[in-house]
Nanobody
């Protein structure tokens, strides 16, 4: 059974940085073919996809709203995925979640985004980690 556990959230002032981690168990990211994603959800708002990574091809996607500030990466040794967040803004305050989907090899940067758009209900999800950015 695939399980995901996020960590690294917290409170930070605007302009600061945080690095979120998502430890994956029950699946080996280095040898499997998965789409990994980071999402966030603020109160009263819909869940928002931030970034994806294809473990088979290594291609990444970052949504325009956080491009240039957020970076997704994989740690094959620790079987985890990270989200580096720089220049944080108060509007980044939300609960952040990671997710994993078994998928084929992505041949385009938006392959995993399309997979999550279609099959997020079949993804494995973590419990979330809170990020609070103060002005």
């Amino acid at each position: 059974q695939v399980q995901l556990v996020e960590s690294g959230g917290g409170s930070v002032q605007a302009g600061g940085s945080l690095r979120l981690s998502c430890a994956v168990s029950g699946a080996t990211l280095a040898t499997g073919s998965y789409c990994l994603g980071w999402f966030r959800q603020a109160p009263a708002l819909e869940r928002e996809l931030l970034a994806t990574l294809s473990t088979a091809g290594g291609l990444t996607y970052v949504t325009d709203g956080v491009k240039g500030r957020f970076t997704i990466s994989q740690d094959a040794v620790k079987n985890s995925v990270h989200l580096q967040m720089n220049n944080l803004k108060p509007e980044d305050t939300a609960m952040y979640y990671c997710a994993a989907l078994a998928a084929g090899m992505g041949r385009s940067t938006d392959y995993c985004k399309a997979q999550f758009d279609r099959r997020s209900d079949t993804a494995h999800w973590g419990q979330g980690t809170q990020v609070t950015v103060s002005s």
